[in-house]
């Protein structure tokens, strides 16, 4: 019994090292093509800050033809219920982002693109909750779908880890409509 105890809980920490520790030293830039194709689609699953309760969203990312623009549409934001539009567009080698909710001011960020792994992230300096940051969005493959984590550093702060600020679960709406390349 103590063994598993332990076990159980030594699983529950390098879990929790792996998603919050940045490990982009062995990651490499990433084309923004393949970042773009391989989001398109209509995706559905639950979303949730740090110590809330998880809502039901549907995603729907959009790559444009010339594999140069994404457009993500997330049903409801997990403070109101308008949705949420996420514009990632390339610019020279950074991804860039504009990020609107209805409510708020609109956000701008730049971005560099990292593939690991099979994951896609963008990490990129700015600012959250009036505090800079160094901003992560990381999509993980999750079956044929995606789990896509929003995470955290905060530059006046002697932390030196990312911490969870959102995740979306992305499954597909039906795997006929949306085969993961």
């Given at each position: 019994?103590?063994?598993?105890?332990?076990?159980?809980?030594?699983?529950?920490?390098?879990?929790?090292?792996?998603?919050?520790?940045?490990q982009?030293?062995?990651?490499?830039?990433?084309?923004f093509?393949?970042?773009?194709?391989?989001?398109?689609?209509?995706?559905?699953?639950?979303?949730?800050?740090?110590?809330?309760?998880?809502?039901?969203?549907?995603?729907?990312?959009?790559?444009?033809?010339?594999?140069?623009?994404?457009?993500?549409?997330?049903?409801?934001?997990?403070?109101?219920?308008?949705?949420?539009?996420?514009?990632?567009?390339?610019?020279?080698?950074?991804?860039?982002?504009?990020?609107?909710?209805?409510?708020?001011?609109?956000?701008?960020?730049?971005f560099?693109?990292?593939?690991?792994?099979?994951?896609?992230?963008?990490?990129?300096?700015?600012?959250?909750?009036?505090?800079?940051?160094?901003?992560?969005?990381?999509?993980e493959?999750?079956?044929?779908?995606?789990?896509?984590?929003?995470?955290?550093?905060?530059?006046?702060?002697?932390?030196?880890?990312?911490?969870?600020?959102?995740?979306i679960?992305?499954?597909?709406?039906?795997?006929?409509?949306?085969p993961?390349?």
């Amino acid at each position: 019994m103590i063994s598993s105890y332990f076990r159980l809980n030594f699983v529950s920490c390098a879990i929790a090292l792996c998603v919050f520790i940045p490990q982009l030293s062995w990651a490499e830039k990433a084309n923004f093509g393949n970042f773009c194709t391989a989001l398109a689609g209509h995706w559905q699953g639950s979303a949730a800050k740090l110590k809330q309760h998880p809502t039901q969203v549907s995603v729907q990312a959009i790559c444009s033809a010339d594999q140069q623009q994404l457009l993500v549409s997330v049903s409801s934001n997990a403070n109101h219920n308008l949705s949420e539009t996420w514009w990632f567009r390339r610019r020279g080698e950074s991804a860039f982002l504009i990020y609107f909710d209805g409510v708020n001011e609109d956000k701008s960020q730049s971005f560099s693109l990292y593939r690991q792994y099979g994951s896609y992230t963008l990490l990129g300096e700015g600012e959250l909750n009036k505090r800079p940051a160094l901003i992560q969005l990381r999509f993980e493959p999750k079956g044929n779908g995606w789990l896509w984590l929003q995470n955290v550093q905060y530059l006046d702060d002697d932390t030196d880890r990312y911490l969870f600020y959102r995740g979306i679960d992305m499954m597909p709406v039906s795997l006929a409509e949306n085969p993961r390349n």
